[in-house]
């Protein structure tokens, strides 16, 4: 099964912008579609941006659509998420996840396999 890390968490100010990774390893991540969620504290885990690295698609919905760009480097085995104008509502665990299925779904119950999660703090 594949294994994943979040990092490039941190504290940012209110406009700034930060570029979170998520390293794959044990198996490629062109058999899965991988996502974005994020946990602010006292509440769920929200869906932010999914991609299916075989194909390229990608989808975003939510408070922080036009605001993030979801990304993929097969040959790295990674995938991105690129924010901007960052708010502290923003401020969550951001954690990657991974399906075993090329449909994307953004239920959190959906995925299969989650990383740890890197804290985004932003303060005003």
């Known amino acids: 099964q594949v294994q994943l890390e979040e990092s490039g968490g941190g504290l940012m100010q209110t406009g700034g912008s930060l570029r979170l990774s998520c390293a794959a390893r044990r198996r490629v991540i062109t058999a899965y579609t991988m996502a974005w969620f994020r946990q602010a504290p006292a509440k769920g885990r929200e869906f932010v941006a999914a991609?299916?690295?075989?194909?390229?698609?990608?989808y975003y919905t939510g408070p922080m659509k036009g605001r993030v760009t979801i990304s993929a480097d097969n040959a790295k085995n990674a995938v991105y998420l690129q924010m901007s104008s960052l708010k502290p509502e923003d401020t969550a665990v951001y954690y990657c996840a991974a399906r075993d299925d090329l449909r994307i779904l953004t239920g959190s119950n959906e995925y299969d396999y989650w990383g740890q999660g890197t804290q985004v703090t932003v303060s005003w």
């Open positions: 991609i299916t690295p075989s194909g390229g698609s990608t």
